[in-house]
């Protein structure tokens, strides 16, 4: 493992900021965007650690430095938000995208051409004052074919063929809110979605069963959710009550959902836990974050915690640099 894994932290109005000593200093690392954008998605190369991609209000921007310097990717995504980013660990020129409003993207030479994918979203949330917006995009660990995407408020879609045709798969979710998306590998794979009222789990992508979260939380009001990688077979939800919220917590199951534990991080998060983070470079390393700002570290599994001396006004994207 890296003895200096740096962290990467993306704020809504103060661009991406850089931590190379596991979140005890900080430093701005913004050069060649606009350095008050707001970054929802940030994405690293599974081939090269100083190979980022950061998602803003209005466009896609690459660093091949580490964050040093930035360049913009010309796109048909110029002006939309980009909400979620998927480097295919195969074949890292493979990269998908997703807007708000909701729209994929995918691009197979590196970022040198884009297509709109053809894949039927909503145009509005019947009922929710809110725009549609892909939130979630996972490829699958063991089929990179195998995309998955989780819209809000518009539930989940799938292809099986590398994003060339998509297809609906949001039978019996608690909500189509979909906030975050994680595969969990087995004999018997399992999509587990988070949704702004519980957990739900899918085995055969289409039909899905809530866990019933509410009975273990004290908030069904889930955002983030991580399959820890590192041989534990955790699932981990970040959770609170609502969007921001004021409160939240960290949530971890081995069991599929069967019983629960709560990750003691010192006290309540000052608001809703919005997303976990890891890296399969560092496997023992997770990062939660709540959406008003504060971050957890564990370097250790996820058996202890520390909150971040550093807290930032409003952060949407993290991630881990080996």
């Not at 994929?104 to 145009?123: I, K, M, N, P």
């Not at 041989?231 to 959902?257: R, Y």
């Not at 976990?276 to 990062?287: F, R």
């Amino acid at each position: 493992m890296a003895t200096n894994p740096i962290i990467y932290t993306g704020t809504v109005g103060q661009s991406v900021w850089r931590s190379r000593d596991g979140g005890e200093s900080w430093e701005r690392a913004t050069q060649g965007m606009f350095s008050e954008s707001d970054i929802r998605a940030l994405a690293i190369s599974p081939d090269d650690a100083a190979v980022l991609l950061a998602g803003t209000e209005a466009d896609l921007y690459r660093t091949e430095d580490g964050g040093d310097t930035w360049a913009l990717v010309d796109s048909p995504m110029n002006e939309l938000q980009i909400w979620a980013l998927a480097i295919d660990p195969t074949n890292t020129d493979t990269v998908y995208a997703g807007t708000c409003p909701s729209a994929l993207f995918r691009t197979r030479d590196g970022g040198e051409s884009w297509q709109e994918l053809d894949v039927e979203l909503a145009d509005e949330c019947v009922g929710v004052p809110i725009v549609p917006r892909v939130t979630s995009i996972v490829i699958d660990p063991d089929d990179s074919q195998t995309v998955y995407a989780g819209i809000e408020v518009d539930g989940m879609r799938i292809s099986r063929d590398g994003g060339d045709t998509w297809r609906e798969g949001s039978d019996g979710l608690s909500s189509l809110d979909i906030h975050g998306l994680a595969v969990v590998p087995g004999p018997t794979k399992t999509l587990v979605a988070s949704t702004n009222n519980d957990v739900c789990l899918t085995t055969d992508m289409q039909n899905w069963t809530p866990l019933n979260v509410r009975a273990h939380y004290p908030w069904p009001y889930c955002r983030g959710v991580l399959h820890q990688s590192n041989g534990e077979n955790s699932i981990w939800v970040g959770a609170g009550n609502g969007p921001p919220g004021d409160e939240g917590g960290l949530f971890q199951t081995s069991d599929l959902g069967k019983t629960w534990q709560r990750a003691d991080l010192g006290g309540l998060a000052n608001s809703t836990i919005w997303a976990v983070v890891s890296n399969p470079a560092l496997p023992d390393w997770i990062v939660a974050y709540s959406v008003a700002g504060q971050l957890y570290l564990s370097t250790d599994g996820g058996q202890t915690w520390t909150k971040l001396e550093r807290e930032f006004g409003e952060v949407r994207a993290v991630a881990l640099a080996a």
